[in-house]
């Protein structure tokens, strides 16, 4: 697959050990706990985009979004990437601030979006910023303009079906059960990039700087937890764990079905961590989400497909619906009716729902002819 932003020359590291990429700006801004919250940022006018990345070591704004901020600025948005605890180059100097369950991750975006003055926002997650994104929502709805989600969880609402990496049908062959059964990273550089080659797609999108700068966060934050004697990982990333407390406040189980803030969550065909059934489950529990199913794309889809990802979140942040050519590139779901308050219908109408399409990959391409019948 072609694409411009794959192969974009003149890249390189900056002093701060962060891909020096045209159009996107390092920041920091202190916050009310005290900590420095580091960030980039791309343009400086319009509404405010707050993008929060996965959580895989190494992950940062820069690295989960290196593709869509800029082309976001350029449309007129205010676009912030923070790196989320315990990723890129978070700060490190107090233990409390290694800790990035979900109360800590919700905790840090409202003290983020605070210290910039962010009273409202387009946010949109990438796995555990999927999950950031779903408790954010829930509980601070009055701050959220409307969401993107990226393959991920909406947390506690469907814990009893998942999919296991190895059960997914449409997992492509090339990826190893090893990689498809746990993303561990070994410490070394070169462990880095065969991470990186299992997770991503694209090929062309695992950049040598990418995986340098991927290799120097993720050090520095084991190190750190290392030294504070804490270990990696989000904790039971479910309500924070069987606390029932804590599942009381984040609990989103009959709570995120009830929202009418636009939503649309995207889930690539090809995931290897969370296989695209997981997407499905979610789907099925809720009916106010619109569901895209991208082809050729992995679990980090704004980095496999990057033109369609950028052009679904500009349509849909701009004008509150994704465009009929758009969501055919997408592959907007047919598993139920498509909801016109966040698809532009075609003249055709749109295509009769197709629940059985989405059985194997073989049912997936004969169903998805459904589209080439519709004119747009």
Excluded at 77 to 100: E, I, K, M, T
């Amino acid at each position: 697959m072609a694409n411009d932003q794959h192969s974009a020359p003149g890249r390189g590291l900056t002093d701060e050990d962060i891909i020096d990429i045209p159009g996107l700006a390092s920041r920091w801004v202190r916050l009310a706990d005290g900590r420095r919250a580091h960030y980039i940022t791309a343009g400086d006018k319009g509404p405010a985009v707050v993008l929060f990345h996965g959580g895989i070591e190494g992950s940062s704004g820069t690295a989960g979004w290196r593709f869509m901020a800029p082309v976001l600025a350029a449309a007129g948005f205010r676009v912030y990437c923070p790196d989320q605890p315990g990723y890129g180059l978070s700060d490190v100097s107090n233990p409390a601030y290694l800790d990035n369950s979900i109360k800590a991750r919700n905790d840090f975006a409202k003290m983020f979006m605070d210290a910039l003055c962010i009273d409202k926002a387009h946010i949109a997650g990438n796995s555990m910023g999927c999950i950031t994104c779903c408790n954010f929502v829930v509980s601070n709805p009055e701050r959220v303009l409307s969401v993107m989600f990226i393959a991920g969880f909406l947390d506690n609402i469907n814990l009893t079906t998942l999919v296991k990496p190895s059960d997914g049908k449409f997992n492509p062959k090339r990826y190893s059960q090893e990689m498809r059964e746990a993303v561990q990273w070994d410490g070394t550089e070169a462990g880095m990039q065969r991470l990186m080659d299992g997770i991503i797609y694209e090929p062309k999108a695992v950049w040598p700087e990418l995986v340098r700068m991927r290799y120097l966060a993720a050090t520095r934050q084991r190190e750190a937890r290392i030294k504070a004697g804490k270990a990696y990982g989000t904790p039971a990333d479910v309500a924070d764990g069987p606390d029932p407390n804590m599942q009381q406040i984040f609990q989103t189980a009959g709570r995120i079905q009830k929202l009418t803030i636009p939503m649309i969550y995207m889930y690539g065909m090809q995931d290897v961590i969370l296989p695209v059934e997981n997407g499905y489950v979610q789907e099925d529990y809720a009916p106010n989400i619109q569901f895209f199913y991208p082809q050729e794309c992995g679990h980090q889809g704004q980095t496999d497909q990057p033109e369609i990802f950028n052009a679904a979140a500009l349509e849909f942040f701009r004008d509150g619906k994704v465009s009929w050519p758009t969501a055919v590139k997408a592959n907007v779901s047919l598993r139920r009716p498509i909801d016109p308050r966040v698809v532009q219908e075609p003249k055709g109408g749109f295509p009769k729902p197709n629940p059985g399409m989405y059985a194997d990959p073989e049912s997936l391409k004969i169903g998805l002819k459904a589209f080439d019948a519709v004119p747009a």
